[in-house]
C-alpha cells in the first residue's frame, strides 16, 4: 500500500529548535529548509507522495498556490482557508486508498485525521525521526567508505549556520 505524508509545515517550524531560530532571520528559508528536510526524509522512508502545507489564510486575495520542490509538494492555503482545513480534506480523500501520516502537534487536528484513519505523528515525533534518519544515513554512508553527509547543513550546527546564513544574504 502506498504511503503519504502530510505535513502542517508552521507547526513543525514552530517546533523545532533550528527552524523556528530560522524565524526571525527570514521565514522562506525556514520553509525551505523544512521542505529540504522533507524531501530527503521521503527518500529515506520511502513515501510515494509528502505534501506540506502552510496557512495562507490570512494573506489578503491569496489564491493559494503549489509548486514541487526536492520531490515534494508544497501549497500554500489560500485566503480564507486554514491548513488544518486543507489536510482534513486531503486525509478524507487519500485514506480509503493509501496509508496517511500527518504531522501535527494540533491535538484537535490529530483527532479529526485519526477519525479518517489517518496517522498521526506528533511535531516532536517527525522531527526525532528526521534526526535518527538522518544519523543512521550518515552511518551507512561511512561504513560504505563515503565521507559524511551530503548536504553541509546537516553537518553544521544551528548557531553556525544562522552565521553562514547571514554572511550568504549580505551579498
Given at each position: 500500500?502506498?504511503?503519504?505524508?502530510?505535513?502542517?509545515?508552521?507547526?513543525?517550524?514552530?517546533?523545532?529548535?533550528?527552524?523556528?531560530?530560522?524565524?526571525?532571520?527570514?521565514?522562506?528559508?525556514?520553509?525551505?529548509?523544512?521542505?529540504?528536510?522533507?524531501?530527503?526524509?521521503?527518500?529515506m522512508k520511502g513515501f510515494s507522495q509528502?505534501?506540506?502545507?502552510?496557512?495562507?489564510?490570512?494573506?489578503?486575495?491569496?489564491?493559494?498556490?503549489?509548486?514541487?520542490?526536492?520531490?515534494?509538494?508544497?501549497?500554500?492555503?489560500?485566503?480564507?482557508?486554514?491548513?488544518?482545513?486543507?489536510?482534513?480534506?486531503?486525509?478524507?480523500?487519500?485514506?480509503?486508498?493509501?496509508?496517511?501520516?500527518?504531522?501535527?502537534?494540533?491535538?484537535?487536528?490529530?483527532?479529526?485525521?485519526?477519525?479518517?484513519?489517518?496517522?498521526?505523528?506528533?511535531?516532536?515525533?517527525?522531527?526525532?525521526?528526521?534526526?535518527?534518519?538522518?544519523e543512521k544515513s550518515l552511518q551507512e554512508?561511512?561504513?560504505?567508505?563515503?565521507?559524511?553527509?551530503?548536504?553541509?547543513?546537516?553537518?553544521?550546527?544551528?548557531?553556525?549556520?544562522?552565521?553562514?546564513?547571514k554572511l550568504r544574504r549580505k551579498k
Amino acid at each position: 500500500m502506498e504511503e503519504i505524508l502530510i505535513v502542517d509545515g508552521y507547526n513543525i517550524i514552530h517546533a523545532s529548535p533550528e527552524l523556528s531560530g530560522l524565524i526571525d532571520e527570514e521565514l522562506a528559508h525556514a520553509r525551505l529548509k523544512l521542505v529540504s528536510d522533507i524531501g530527503q526524509y521521503k527518500s529515506m522512508k520511502g513515501f510515494s507522495q509528502a505534501i506540506i502545507v502552510f496557512d495562507a489564510h490570512l494573506v489578503r486575495e491569496g489564491s493559494g498556490s503549489l509548486f514541487n520542490e526536492d520531490g515534494v509538494e508544497v501549497v500554500f492555503t489560500q485566503e480564507g482557508q486554514k491548513a488544518d482545513t486543507l489536510i482534513e480534506r486531503l486525509v478524507a480523500k487519500l485514506s480509503g486508498e493509501k496509508r496517511v501520516y500527518v504531522a501535527t502537534s494540533d491535538w484537535q487536528e490529530q483527532r479529526t485525521v485519526l477519525g479518517y484513519g489517518a496517522i498521526r505523528l506528533s511535531a516532536r515525533e517527525l522531527l526525532d525521526d528526521l534526526r535518527y534518519v538522518r544519523e543512521k544515513s550518515l552511518q551507512e554512508h561511512s561504513c560504505s567508505g563515503k565521507h559524511g553527509e551530503r548536504h553541509l547543513a546537516w553537518r553544521l550546527k544551528g548557531e553556525t549556520l544562522n552565521i553562514l546564513e547571514k554572511l550568504r544574504r549580505k551579498k
